[in-house]
């Protein structure tokens, strides 16, 4: 207990230090989620998609989801393709769990972790300070791991002032009321809808799309 309490510490202040660090971001995630994770896997058990995810156990990694970039351009899959490729991301470089005294928890936080680009597409938010720190507060929102506000904190420390006044103006707002609104996305089996239209699947899950940034005003 001790040895992941001072895990969980020494990753809270490397990550409040450099929010970049996803290794550290992922070790604080799971040496203080444990008991949200619980409740996570306890509402996937209870959707029809849940259980089939858990049954299941997909990855989210090249070699299952590398047909998204054949999709028409404009499903889901093929939106996914477009914010992966535009970044030059992979889905194979998240970190591996560690601190998961289960099997099954292990894979409801890998899972957690590998569907943050689908919500990055699904959101329409951008791999910015403010789009990660948007993320961080519907994650929190829906999962309400404590890693997630602690990232925001650390995010929103290193924002200037305009970025800072940005933030909590427009999309801290958006993100709290997106967070609420859509369904539980944990629980969505996403790789069963990459031939889907996009829009289609927004409406369905009650997605609100990112809110555009207000033009700066001309002197």
């Known amino acids: 207990m001790l040895g992941v309490g001072a895990v969980a510490l020494g990753s809270a202040v490397g990550a409040l230090l450099d929010p970049r660090r996803a290794d550290l971001i992922a070790a604080l ?3 203080t989620g444990r008991p949200f994770f619980q409740r996570v896997l306890e509402r996937m058990k209870n959707s029809p998609e849940g259980r089939a995810i858990l049954l299941e156990r997909p990855r989210v990694i090249s070699a299952n989801v ?3 970039w054949d999709l028409p351009e404009n499903t889901f899959g093929a939106a996914y393709a477009r914010f992966m490729g535009s970044r030059n991301f992979s889905p194979d470089d998240r970190p591996p769990v560690r ?8 894979y409801v936080a890998m899972r ?8 990055h597409t699904l959101f329409g938010l951008p791999t ?4 990660e720190s ?6 929190f929102e829906q999962m309400h791991l404590p890693m997630c506000m602690l990232s925001v904190v650390g995010g929103t420390a290193r924002f200037n002032e305009k970025q800072r006044s940005l933030f909590f103006q427009h999309y801290f707002p958006w993100a709290t009321r997106a967070g609420l609104r859509c369904t539980d996305l944990i629980s969505v089996y996403y790789e069963r809808h990459f031939n889907e239209d996009l829009e289609d699947v927004r409406k369905r899950w009650g997605i609100i799309p ?3 940034p207000p033009k700066p005003n001309r002197v």
Not at 99 to 106: D, I
Not at 112 to 119: G, I, L, M, Q
């Open 134 to 139: 948007a993320l961080k507060v519907i994650e």
């Open 29 to 31: 995630g799971e040496t």
């Open 210 to 212: 990112a809110p555009v």
């Open 99 to 106: 601190f998961m005294e289960s099997e099954e928890l292990a």
């Open 112 to 119: 957690a972790r590998e569907v943050h680009d689908f919500w």
């Open 66 to 68: 590398g047909h998204a």
């Open 128 to 131: 910015n300070l403010i789009g």
